[in-house]
């Protein structure tokens, strides 16, 4: 299994990226099982809010598992997205998500904070965005985080790449994260709110997300439709990708 979920007698359901090895990337069968534990969580009354974090403490997740094969459409204006429906909203669910992030959260993670309802990060976190570096076209990411941030910051580390990751310290400072914890201590924190959530009546809860989500749907939406029409013309083709990842290094500049 490559996603754990815990359901506790408080309501909260823990939901844990499960593989270590792999910085806890995405592959198929992850995808697959966070869209069916979302649509899951629709009909389970005994889950009132959840937490949602990553096995480890080097990464939370560290978006799609490039070893993984993926065919696609010739034709650049068909592109098929593999996380474009791993997020709690994209599946309907609006039922409080709080993220626990430790470790590395970058590249298609921002499918799962972007759709988090707010995010806890232990000291140890960083955030940032390889897209360019790897010369691929940041469209959803981009459009996520831009509405998490502040419009430079969002572009700054869509631009960046993997010269520069975010600290945990100027996340908080953004407005990204909400709390940061010691090291280790972000699930902690994450659950002990989210069972403060779930302690209260679910439908007003429900609702009160619908609506802060609703304050910005409209612009999120027609951003996000005009993502596949920037990917499929903008990214460099597989192999002159896999060539720059090949070649990527680890320097980069914390800030």
């Given at each position: 299994?490559?996603?754990?979920v815990?359901?506790?007698?408080?309501g909260?359901?823990?939901?844990?990226?499960?593989?270590?090895?792999?910085?806890?990337?995405?592959?198929?069968?992850?995808?697959?099982?966070?869209?069916?534990?979302?649509?899951?969580?629709?009909?389970?009354?005994?889950?009132?809010?959840?937490?949602?974090?990553?096995?480890g403490?080097?990464?939370?997740?560290?978006?799609?598992?490039?070893s993984?094969?993926?065919?696609?459409?010739?034709?650049?204006?068909?592109?098929?997205d593999?996380?474009?429906?791993?997020?709690?909203?994209?599946?309907?669910?609006?039922?409080?998500?709080?993220?626990?992030?430790?470790?590395m959260?970058?590249?298609?993670?921002?499918?799962?904070?972007?759709?988090?309802?707010?995010?806890?990060?232990?000291?140890?976190?960083s955030?940032?965005?390889?897209?360019?570096?790897?010369?691929?076209?940041?469209?959803?990411?981009?459009?996520?985080m831009?509405?998490?941030?502040?419009?430079?910051?969002?572009?700054?580390?869509?631009?960046?790449?993997?010269?520069?990751?975010?600290?945990?310290?100027?996340?908080?400072?953004?407005?990204?994260v909400?709390?940061?914890?010691?090291?280790?201590?972000?699930?902690?924190?994450?659950?002990?709110?989210?069972?403060?959530?779930?302690?209260?009546p679910?439908?007003?809860?429900?609702?009160?997300?619908?609506?802060l989500?609703?304050?910005?749907?409209?612009?999120?939406?027609?951003?996000?439709?005009?993502?596949?029409?920037?990917?499929?013309?903008?990214?460099?083709?597989?192999?002159?990708?896999?060539?720059?990842?090949?070649?990527?290094?680890?320097?980069?500049?914390?800030?």
């Open positions: 299994m490559t996603l754990r815990e359901r506790r007698d408080d909260v359901a823990l939901v844990t990226l499960d593989r270590p090895e792999r910085h806890n990337a995405i592959d198929p069968d992850t995808a697959e099982a966070l869209t069916a534990t979302w649509h899951g969580f629709r009909y389970d009354e005994s889950v009132r809010a959840v937490v949602l974090t990553g096995t403490d080097r990464a939370f997740c560290t978006g799609f598992d490039r993984a094969d993926i065919p696609q459409p010739a034709s650049p204006y068909s592109v098929d593999p996380l474009r429906s791993i997020g709690p909203k994209s599946c309907d669910l609006w039922k409080p998500v709080v993220a626990a992030v430790g470790g959260a970058c590249g298609g993670a921002f499918y799962l904070l972007g759709e988090a309802e707010f995010v806890i990060a232990s000291e140890n976190a955030f940032f965005d390889p897209h360019t570096s790897y010369g691929m076209v940041s469209a959803y990411e981009s459009v996520y831009a509405q998490r941030m502040p419009f430079g910051e969002a572009a700054r580390m869509a631009l960046m790449g993997t010269a520069e990751r975010l600290s945990a310290r100027r996340a908080y400072e953004t407005g990204l909400t709390e940061v914890t010691a090291p280790g201590g972000a699930t902690a924190a994450a659950l002990r709110a989210a069972a403060v959530i779930a302690s209260y679910t439908e007003p809860v429900q609702g009160t997300v619908r609506a989500w609703a304050a910005q749907e409209a612009t999120r939406a027609h951003a996000l439709s005009l993502a596949p029409h920037l990917i499929g013309p903008g990214n460099l083709p597989p192999a002159a990708q896999a060539h720059r990842f090949a070649s990527r290094t680890d320097e980069h500049r914390l800030r």
